[in-house]
């Protein structure tokens, strides 16, 4: 683990590190830390301008010098250069407050953490800095796509046993969606399957046959027209698991780009936001006791 960062956080994120290898008992390659340092980033950020600027440090907070002597076993810390990021519409509203932990109502297309394309425009990264809370951390996620209850802990003393809950399966969610209507589609229904999702690949999959790892309660709440509003109770949570199962069953929630066909959307395209709410949350909390439950205050259709 490294010590503490010297930099305090930028636009809401830590600094990041790197360490110089222990001594190399052949002799170092490198014979100065700008030789390692565009051994290590130069593919992702100008080193030499980077050092100009005094941008590197080390932990005493002293500026990386072009010609300082490489030395072993250091840690050097910067912050990254950020891409330029379309603003997501929409307000972070908050349900809730108080010193362990924070709810919020997510709006569509605001990740929830910090990634990839999405850095600046995360729920993260937005309220660490506009409430002053630099280790806020989210303690269950939802898709960029995927709009409501959220729930943060303030400080990374709350974070355990708050996880703990959500490890446990003791937290009770309720999502909504709407999706069209089958006359034919019993309700309620259990969808039980199995769920798998490779890195890097945009969408899920059912594996026939292998041991079930996903299942869903859905029943139908009201209709409206062609359309209904679906009640959702995950007893699992694999990635797109609603969306699937929803769609599984010949309705998939309108505005989804992904299920049951790709759509060719692009990431900045914010004027078709998935019909999929994180409605409810409910559990006891593990500090106090005491009984929290929150509602989203979003109605259909979704919009930011």
């Known amino acids: ?67 300082d002597p490489y030395t072993p076993h250091t840690f050097v810390w910067f912050h990254r250069d950020l891409r330029d990021e379309v603003e997501v519409p929409g307000q972070i509203r908050i349900l809730h407050r108080d010193e362990r932990i924070i709810v919020v109502d997510k709006p569509p ?25 630099p280790e806020l951390t989210p303690l269950h996620r939802l898709d960029r796509v995927t709009s409501g209850v959220l729930l ?3 400080e990374r003393r709350w974070r355990g046993p708050y996880q703990s809950l959500f490890e446990q399966r ?19 229904v259990v969808v039980r399957n199995h769920l798998r999702k490779d890195r890097g690949a945009p969408r899920a999959e059912v594996v026939p046959g292998a041991p079930v790892n996903a299942e869903t309660l859905i029943e139908m709440e009201s209709r409206l027209e062609d359309l209904a509003v679906y009640r959702l109770h995950p007893r699992t949570g694999r990635t797109h698991q609603l969306r699937m199962h929803l769609a599984g069953l010949g ?3 309108v505005g989804d780009p992904l299920y049951p066909t790709v759509t060719d959307v692009s990431v ?4 078709r936001p998935l019909q999929l709410l994180a ?16 509602v989203s205050g979003r109605s259909f259709p979704l919009g930011q």
């Not at 909504?176 to 309620?188: F, G, I, N, T, V």
């Not at 900045?268 to 004027?271: K, L, M, N, T």
């Not at 409605?279 to 929150?294: H, K, M, N, Q, W």
């Open 251 to 253: 309705s998939p929630i």
């Open 152 to 154: 943060l802990a303030t």
């Open 170 to 188: 003791q937290v009770r969610k309720t999502y909504r969606a709407l999706a069209p209507w089958q006359e034919s589609l019993e309700s309620p």
């Open 268 to 271: 900045d395209d914010f004027s």
């Open 279 to 294: 409605s409810e949350l409910a559990f006891t909390d593990p500090v106090d006791g005491s009984d929290r439950s929150f």
């Open 1 to 67: 683990m490294p010590p503490r960062s010297p930099l305090p956080p930028r636009h809401g994120l830590q600094s990041a590190w790197l360490r110089t290898p222990d001594r190399d008992p052949q002799g170092s390659p490198w014979p100065t830390m700008t030789a390692w340092l565009e051994h290590e980033v130069a593919a992702h950020a100008d080193v030499h301008a980077m050092i100009a600027d005094e941008r590197f440090v080390y932990d005493d907070l002293t500026p990386v010098r072009a010609d």
């Open 109 to 133: 297309f605001l990740s929830t953490i910090p990634r990839g394309r999405h850095v600046l425009q995360s729920v993260v990264v937005r309220l660490r800095t506009e409430l002053d809370l």
